[in-house]
């Protein structure tokens, strides 16, 4: 009998959810097996020798990506003004700071 622990319930759900692409399938089929594949889902993994290689993904997904870890940034930047962890040194000063450490 096998228990769903919290682990194994997250990697079916991966695996479940996330396409697997053979480097094999990619290079017979080729980019239709991209469109194949991201038809349904924003993201594939390529596996090589069965390993997990790359990850392809809608540009509209990578757009959304790359917009979340710049409000991330944001956010973060938000958060060390609000707790004074700044400097008004000139970039100069501050690169000579870094150097001198």
Same mark, same amino acid.
């Given at each position: 009998? *096998?228990? $769903?622990?919290?682990?194994?319930?997250?990697?079916?759900?991966?695996?479940?959810?996330?396409?697997?692409? *053979?480097?094999?399938?990619?290079? *017979?089929?080729?980019?239709?097996?991209? @469109?194949?594949?991201?038809?349904? /889902?924003? @993201?594939?993994?390529?596996?090589?020798?069965?390993?997990? $290689? !790359?990850?392809?993904?809608?540009?509209?997904?990578?757009?959304?990506?790359? @917009?979340? =870890?710049? =409000?991330? +940034?944001?956010?973060? +930047? /938000? /958060?060390?003004? +609000?707790?004074?962890? !700044? $400097?008004?040194?000139?970039?100069? /000063?501050?690169?000579?700071?870094? !150097?001198?450490?």
């Amino acid at each position: 009998m *096998t228990y $769903s622990t919290p682990k194994n319930i997250v990697n079916r759900t991966i695996y479940r959810v996330i396409k697997m692409i *053979t480097a094999n399938d990619l290079k *017979t089929k080729g980019i239709a097996c991209l @469109e194949e594949s991201l038809a349904h /889902q924003p @993201e594939a993994v390529i596996t090589v020798r069965g390993k997990e $290689s !790359f990850v392809v993904m809608k540009i509209e997904h990578y757009h959304y990506l790359r @917009e979340m =870890e710049l =409000e991330a +940034a944001h956010y973060e +930047a /938000q /958060q060390d003004v +609000a707790a004074s962890r !700044f $400097s008004k040194d000139s970039a100069d /000063q501050h690169v000579a700071e870094l !150097f001198a450490e």
